[in-house]
C-alpha cells in the first residue's frame, strides 16, 4: 500500500516563513517527480512547485524566489521551503507524488495525493 502524508502547515503571519513535509511510503520502485499543489477557496488547485528525477524544478510564477522545493530520495521525502509568505499564499497544500510502485510482484504506476495540509497567512 503506497501512502502520501504531508506536514507542516499552520497559522503565520504576513513575511513570515514556513517548511512543508511530505513522505511517500510503500514499495516505491521509482519517483519520476513530486510536487507541491495548492488550493485556496473558491479557486481551482494549481501547481506550486515540482522536482523531477533528475532534480530540475520548476515554479509558479507567483512563488519564485520565495519558495524553495527540496527532496531526500532516500527517505522518499519532498519539501517546501516557503519565505516571505502573503496573505494570497493561505490555501491547502498537496503533495502529488508520480511514479512506479509494486504490489504483490506487480507494476503499477502512481500518481498519488495526499490528504492535504492548511497554510494560513493572517496577522
Known amino acids: 500500500q503506497v501512502q502520501v502524508v504531508e506536514s507542516g502547515g499552520g497559522l503565520v503571519q504576513p513575511g513570515g516563513s514556513l517548511q512543508l513535509h511530505c513522505a511517500a511510503s510503500?514499495?516505491?520502485?521509482?519517483?519520476?517527480?513530486m510536487g507541491w499543489y495548492r488550493q485556496a477557496p473558491g479557486k481551482e488547485r494549481e501547481l506550486v512547485a515540482i522536482?523531477?528525477?533528475?532534480?530540475?524544478?520548476n515554479y509558479t510564477g507567483s512563488v519564485k524566489g520565495r519558495f524553495t522545493i527540496s527532496r531526500d530520495i532516500a527517505k522518499k521525502a519532498v519539501y517546501l521551503q516557503m519565505n516571505s509568505l502573503k496573505p494570497e499564499d493561505t490555501a491547502v497544500y498537496y503533495c502529488n507524488v508520480k511514479g512506479v510502485y509494486i504490489d504483490n510482484d506487480l507494476y503499477y504506476d502512481m500518481d498519488h495525493w495526499g490528504k492535504g495540509t492548511l497554510v494560513t497567512v493572517s496577522s
Open positions: 510503500g514499495t516505491i520502485l521509482r519517483l519520476n517527480s
Open positions: 522536482i523531477a528525477s533528475g532534480g530540475k524544478t
